[in-house]
């Protein structure tokens, strides 16, 4: 949700990430209710939200025309559907230069070391002209045909299409949006502060977990700007600064997010772009998000007490409305009955479909039916769930009819990314340069140890990431032609998927690209310059353990 698919939405909580928009890490999900004075692209529009001015800058109405203007035409990097269809025509302008080659396949599909050879290619120029006017077509529904090879809509053979992934990203968005609109995680995530508003440090782990609890499992990420109207003023009441209450948002569900177990925006994209089920490589994945949701805890507990301690170390400036926040932060909204009801669905979703996923036959747990659900079983989930929970609020047949089909609009973005991704593939396997680019890649890597292999795939996803800050959208652009590598140096493919969604989430963390991190600031009235000096430190923590686990990982087996 992926992309983060994921919680960065407005104050009123509503989900945009992959909710996603195009450009936001997480996936890639549209922000319906955006903050004040934010662009659905995540950079920041001509003033702050509330009318604060950034320091250093002249407010809008006492600046000179001239300078104005030249605000205004400051670059703003282009969103993920940009990125994809510039990557589109590239890659089809490439398909004319790179050789055609082929490897052979083992049964399963997965390319044989040592087979590979060029292949003449048949088709002519129209047809090429025809495979990138389709391939947007043949990135939803595509059908390969066994004999020739080439994917095209309609027709018989292996699908190839991500179809059923995209109906999975809108039934998530449905389902996510239905349970926001009751208003039920807002007020519970009140009711547990007023709770534990007397334990500080218990209460910043206990809320860092849970928003690395929501991006681990589905990519959280647009969907919490709705929050930062909540803990602000709690972070102010309880002693600290606007930077904790901001990092308790925003690195506990991009730390989540970095080690997703389950998320269907970043795990799940991937490992079906790479031919694994998603509960292959869980074990791995949970160890991370534990040790890692425990660093980014310790790191904030040490900088909120050191600013309890000594306000002058705070790295957020000081605002006017601070004290009155401090005053007045003790509002919460009541949780009713309807409310624990739909926590209690919402959380029971999550499970199940933890459960589904998971290959426990493999994982030697006997006692456990392996249910091996897919995208097809796990869609019908969220949407069999979003009326239940409609219904369950008190929605009413209208109310949550209304509520699924805007949630299903709020994540099409992330979808259309999937869908132009995906197309990418097919034109580079229909121009059968898939294989040479795979080879080259081989002759890069081969030699190296294990260790040293999952380290390059994690740095390699770097600047994807960056270029493609959508999760989903990043997954099946490289999964395809990443995850075979796996296979040349003898780990497994689940590994390649841990090393992508780790390298897409941790460059998400300080994207100025993504609209929960650009967007998420702008709310929590945080300069950008003074949040990369906060979180720097954590950068360095998360880059060494995550090459580590990986490394570990690697040579473990």
């Known amino acids: 949700m992926t992309t983060p698919a994921r919680p960065t939405d407005p104050p009123s909580a509503g989900p945009a990430q992959d909710g996603p928009t195009a450009a936001s890490p997480h996936e890639g999900r549209a922000v319906p209710d955006r903050p004040p004075h934010t662009e659905v692209d995540g950079t920041l529009g001509d003033e702050s939200p509330a009318g604060h001015v950034p320091a250093g800058e002249v407010p809008a109405g006492d600046a000179a025309p001239d300078e104005v203007a030249e605000r205004r035409r400051t670059f703003r990097f ?85 179809a059923g992934v995209f109906l999975f990203v809108l039934a998530v968005g449905a389902f996510i949006t239905v349970t926001l609109r009751t208003g039920a995680l807002t007020s519970g995530v009140a009711r547990l502060a007023a709770r534990l508003d007397r334990h500080r440090t218990l209460l910043l782990v206990v809320l860092l977990t849970l928003f690395s609890l929501g991006g681990t499992t589905y990519g959280m990420a647009e969907e919490t700007l709705g929050f930062y109207a909540l803990l602000i003023p709690l972070a102010l009441r309880l002693g600290y600064d606007r930077m904790t209450g901001a990092a308790v948002i925003m690195v506990g569900a991009g730390v989540g997010t970095l080690a997703s177990t389950v998320n269907p925006f970043a795990t799940g994209v991937a490992s079906d772009s790479a031919g694994i089920g998603t509960g292959d490589g869980i074990v791995l994945r949970l160890l991370m998000w534990a040790l890692l949701t425990a660093v980014a805890a310790v790191f904030l507990v040490r900088y909120a007490n050191r600013v309890h301690r000594d306000p002058s170390r705070s790295l957020a400036e000081p605002l006017e409305e601070d004290a009155e926040l401090r005053a007045h932060g003790d509002a919460t909204e009541p949780l009713t009955g309807r409310h624990k009801t739909v ?149 497994h493919r689940a590994l390649v998927v841990t090393a992508y969604q780790s390298a897409s989430g941790w460059i998400n963390l300080i994207t100025p690209t993504s609209a929960v991190v650009m967007g998420g600031l702008a709310l929590a009235k945080v300069r950008y310059d003074r949040y990369l000096r906060f979180v720097a430190p954590l950068m360095g923590l998360l880059l060494l353990l995550t090459v580590a686990f990986l490394a570990a990982a690697a040579i473990l087996g």
């Open 78 to 162: 282009p969103s993920a559907f940009t990125v994809l269809v510039a990557v589109t025509l590239a890659v089809w302008a490439l398909t004319f230069v790179v050789p055609a080659g082929r490897y052979d396949t083992a049964e399963d599909g997965s390319p044989v070391p040592g087979t590979y050879h060029t292949v003449g290619l048949t088709t002519s120029f129209a047809d090429r002209l025809k495979d990138l006017f389709l391939a947007p077509v043949n990135g939803l529904y595509g059908v390969t045909d066994p004999a020739t090879g080439l994917t095209a809509p309609g027709g018989s053979g292996d699908f190839a299409g991500a």
């Open 343 to 491: 926590l209690a669905a919402f959380g029971a979703t999550f499970a199940f479909m933890i459960f589904a996923v998971i290959p426990w036959a493999d994982l030697g747990v006997g006692f456990l039916p392996t249910l091996g659900w897919y995208f097809p079983e796990l869609a019908a989930l969220f949407l069999v769930a979003a009326i239940a929970v409609g219904l369950f609020a008190g929605l009413g047949e209208r109310g949550t009819s209304q509520a699924i089909v805007a949630g299903a609009g709020d994540f099409m973005g992330a979808a259309l990314v999937i869908v132009l991704a995906r197309g990418v593939t097919v034109i580079m396997n229909n121009a059968a340069v898939t294989d040479t680019i795979l080879h080259r890649l081989h002759d890069a890597v081969s030699g190296t140890s294990s260790g040293v292999f999952a380290g390059l795939m994690f740095l390699v996803n770097l600047p994807l990431a960056f270029l493609v800050p959508s999760s989903s959208g990043h997954a099946a652009l490289a999964m395809p032609v990443l995850a075979p590598l796996a296979d040349f140096a003898g780990v």
